[in-house]
């Protein structure tokens, strides 16, 4: 795992506390209609054929937001997402790799991961994120898995640090296939990120808690839309990009180490 003491070093990567902003606030309608209102009470000081089509625009926003966040086209985004994901043809494994994403989903997530060992999909299981790893970790072995098939790296922050800090833990150890666990909207970005380090990836998505309600859910496919689109104009789905990312990072590969045998 990742030294804990360089993980609370490491800043908080910019693109999460945006986009965690930023899903908050699209999650609250009267956060949305009081910015509207506010936009609408200053189109006022424009001219009248301005605020006419100022009007016009704000009207159309609000009701694509209200399209966006209606079950219905939640359902249907997400099931745009997993329509494009390879179906588990059930061969075996090196390792399982198993996403973080917040305590709510842990559960699910390890009882799959428990699932697939016993079923000898795999002979390794891997965690990966901060705050997460560890405590599935713990889990994990609450389950009766053994200490020495464990391991993970508990610093990385966004998909991308997941697959980055993931392959060189795992690089030198001949993992090459994965199975590779999350949620079914966070599922096709983690495909293609950990495929752009050279891991050949079977997905296996784990279901949502329901914890999360229709808001989470909601939250959750937007901002997968929206880190599709980013990842893809940063370039982070093609090997070229994601072998300079890795080469541009000494440091931080340089930190990785097991903390299982």
Known sequence: ??????CSALPTSSWTAFTKLVSQWLMHPLWIILGLAILLGAAQLLRRRQRRVFNLTIASLLLIYGLAIAPPSVNLAEKALVSLLP??????ADAIVVLGRGSVFNLSRVELAT???QTDRAPLIFTSGMGDSPVMLKMLE??????????????SQTTQENALFTVEALQPKGVKRILLITDSPHMLRSLL??????????????????EIGRRGKATLV???????????????????????????N?????????THV
Not at 87 to 92: L, M, Y
């Open 87 to 92: 179906k588990d043809s059930g061969v075996r």
């Open 250 to 258: 000494p440091k931080e590969s340089a930190h990785v180490f097991s």
């Open 193 to 210: 990120t950990f495929q752009s380090f050279g891991f050949d990836v079977t997905p296996i998505p784990s279901p949502l808690p329901k």
């Open 142 to 155: 609450e389950q009766g898995i053994p200490e020495a098939v464990l391991d993970g790296e508990g610093c």
């Open 115 to 117: 699932q697939l060992w």
């Open 222 to 248: 937007l901002r997968e839309y929206a880190g599709l689109v980013t990842y893809g104009l940063r370039g982070r789905f093609f090997p070229s990009e994601s072998r300079a990312s890795l080469e541009q």
């Open 1 to 6: 795992m990742l030294n804990l003491a360089v």
